[in-house]
């Protein structure tokens, strides 16, 4: 009887953590975890890149402004959700948001730190609740901050830098005035910045309703996630 009482107790411990599991409750980061990280970011950010120079070689920076605040969030949210979904843990869409910002920071962007850690801080806060990068819903909602970020890591220069990045504009990437007056506009007026923050949002709606789908005809059935 006693063996029966033990065994009852640790098949229900087992439970009651798979159950946990399976609901994002999980606490500390696997090695699995990170590599996975790791990977998907990856992902995330050669889609981010290849896109970025298909744009560059085939739009001038006006149209551009138009097509990649909603192109590139429609592109990468769909992995982010898997990522999100196979982690299940707090510190996903810090750290996501992380990797972005050092990259750009050591590409000679310093200014992208700061922002990237703003961001990170926000993402995480929007996170807020057990299980919550496993519901699709709130892990599309936390990736509009990682854009919003994004976002900011264009107007920073112009508020803080603008002669200085002006001319780097001008001499290093040779754009026409015409061009650079035009991106001063989109990324310093109002009206410009809250149309590509919803730009970003239809963009990464879209992509969170492809992710999603994916999610629950493949992912999970296959087990992947």
């Given at each position: 009887?006693?063996?029966?009482?033990r065994?009852?107790?640790?098949?229900?411990?087992?439970?009651?953590?798979?159950?946990?599991?399976?609901h994002g409750q999980a606490r500390g980061w696997t090695v699995r975890d990170v590599?996975?990280?790791?990977?998907?970011?990856?992902?995330?950010?050669?889609?981010t890149f290849v896109l970025k120079l298909g744009e560059d070689l085939l739009f001038s920076p006006q149209v551009e402004f138009f097509i990649g605040s909603w192109l590139f969030p429609l592109a990468a949210t769909p992995f982010y959700l898997v990522m999100a979904d196979r982690i299940g843990k707090r510190g996903v869409l810090a750290a996501t948001t992380l990797v972005f910002g050092l990259l750009y920071t050591l590409m000679g962007s310093l200014y992208c730190l700061p922002v990237a850690l703003v961001g990170a801080a926000v993402g995480e806060l929007s996170m807020v609740g057990d299980g919550s990068y496993r519901r699709p819903t709130r892990a599309v909602l936390g990736f509009y901050v990682y854009w919003v970020t994004f976002g900011f890591y264009g107007v920073i220069p112009y508020l803080l830098f603008r002669d200085a990045y002006i001319a780097q504009l001008s001499e290093r990437y040779r754009y026409s005035m015409e061009d650079v007056l035009a991106m001063v506009a989109?990324?310093?007026?109002?009206?410009?910045?809250?149309?590509?923050?919803?730009?970003?949002?239809?963009?990464?709606?879209?992509g969170g309703l492809?992710?999603?789908?994916?999610?629950?005809?493949?992912?999970?059935?296959?087990?992947?996630?």
């Open positions: 009887m006693a063996e029966l009482g065994a009852s107790k640790a098949s229900t411990k087992t439970e009651r953590r798979e159950g946990q599991e399976g590599v996975t990280l790791v990977a998907f970011n990856l992902i995330i950010i050669a889609v989109q990324y310093t007026e109002l009206p410009w910045i809250a149309l590509m923050m919803a730009q970003f949002a239809v963009g990464t709606a879209v492809i992710g999603t789908r994916l999610l629950k005809k493949h992912v999970r059935k296959a087990k992947i996630a």
